[in-house]
């Protein structure tokens, strides 16, 4: 599944991807790490929501969205909401669309949250490493704080 954040394209398989969502409202958290904007409730299921403008260190737009668009991802048994500035497309690379990191140049975010990269038409996709995008102590702090408070009540 295809997406831009900032100018940039990415894409993520779609195994990871339980739905995409427009949000009107995300509920701000306390204590939460600063690319953590808060939490959603979708259909009775509390979801975390990550800006990923805020973890690849990009400049977050500051001015209240109407909308946020937020694909619902699967990390690692957690659910975990990534807001996208566009929605683009849903397609297949095969092995010759797709090539690794060596011969990219430059890429401004972690290596580790990129496994590589798509041509797809006349684009380059930077191929999302979803299980990286949370490290092990922000998911325990996700599954402290949402999974474990929504247990409790």
């Known amino acids: 599944m295809?997406?831009?954040?900032e100018n940039n394209l990415y894409?993520?398989?779609?195994?990871?991807?339980?739905?995409?969502?427009?949000?009107?409202?995300?509920?701000?958290?306390p204590h939460a790490p600063g690319f953590v904007r808060g939490i959603i409730?979708?259909?009775?299921?509390?979801?975390?929501?990550?800006?990923?403008?805020?973890k690849f260190d990009l400049v977050e737009n500051e001015e209240k969205l109407e909308e946020y668009k937020v694909i619902i991802v699967n990390i690692n048994n957690l659910l975990v909401g990534?807001?996208?500035?566009?929605?683009?497309?849903?397609?297949?690379?095969?092995?010759?669309?797709?090539?690794?990191?060596?011969?990219?140049?430059?890429?401004?975010?972690?290596?580790?949250?990129?496994?590589g990269i798509a041509r797809i038409e006349n684009n380059i996709f930077l191929i999302l490493n979803v299980k990286n995008i949370l490290d092990i102590e922000e998911q325990?702090?996700?599954?402290?704080?949402v999974?474990?408070?929504k247990k409790s009540n």
């Not at 894409?11 to 958290?29: F, G, H, R, S």
């Not at 325990?140 to 704080?145: L, V």
């Open 2 to 5: 295809g997406f831009k954040v």
């Open 41 to 54: 409730n979708l259909r009775g299921i509390i979801i975390p929501i990550i800006s990923l403008r805020l």
């Open 140 to 145: 325990r702090f996700i599954n402290k704080e």
């Open 147 to 149: 999974i474990d408070t």
């Open 82 to 115: 990534l807001i996208v500035d566009e929605f683009v497309y849903v397609f297949s690379a095969g092995d010759d669309k797709i090539q690794g990191l060596d011969g990219a140049g430059e890429v401004k975010i972690a290596r580790n949250l990129i496994n």
């Open 11 to 29: 894409c993520i398989d779609i195994e990871y991807v339980k739905e995409v969502v427009k949000v009107n409202q995300i509920t701000w958290m």
